[in-house]
């Protein structure tokens, strides 16, 4: 069992940065892919990075690339995005989530954050 709460939204100003944090409980943390998900109002869920369980392989949308890092920190039972360059279509609701395996689809993911709100301004 693995419960996350993810942290750090906000409202910022396009071209500004946030970073998300996501703390996890649970002593499978660390063998965990960790992926970050977005939603916007009346969209679907959709992929945004993941990193897999040691931190050494990233994968990112298109949509973000070169602008958002995703990282970890195995003892802190944490996992980060860091975003830069935030564009108003970058507003949703982040979430993370736990799974065993990299994979860019929502189902593939067991356990799941309860979201932080991102708002860019333009």
């Known amino acids: 069992q693995v419960s996350l709460v993810d942290s750090g939204g906000g409202l910022v100003q396009a071209g500004g940065s946030l970073r998300l944090s996501c703390v996890a409980s649970g002593r499978t943390f660390s063998s965990n892919a960790m992926g970050w998900f977005r939603q916007a109002p009346g969209k679907e869920r959709e992929f945004v990075a993941v990193v897999n369980w040691r931190g050494d392989s990233t994968y990112y949308a298109d949509s973000v690339k070169g602008r958002f890092t995703v990282s970890r920190d195995n003892a802190k039972n944490t996992v980060y995005l860091q975003m830069n360059s935030l564009k108003p279509e970058d507003t949703a609701v982040y979430y993370c989530?736990?799974?065993?395996?990299?994979?860019?689809?929502?189902?593939?993911?067991?356990?799941w954050g309860r979201g932080a709100q991102v708002t860019v301004s333009s």
């Open positions: 989530a736990a799974g065993r395996y990299v994979a860019r689809t929502p189902g593939s993911y067991d356990y």
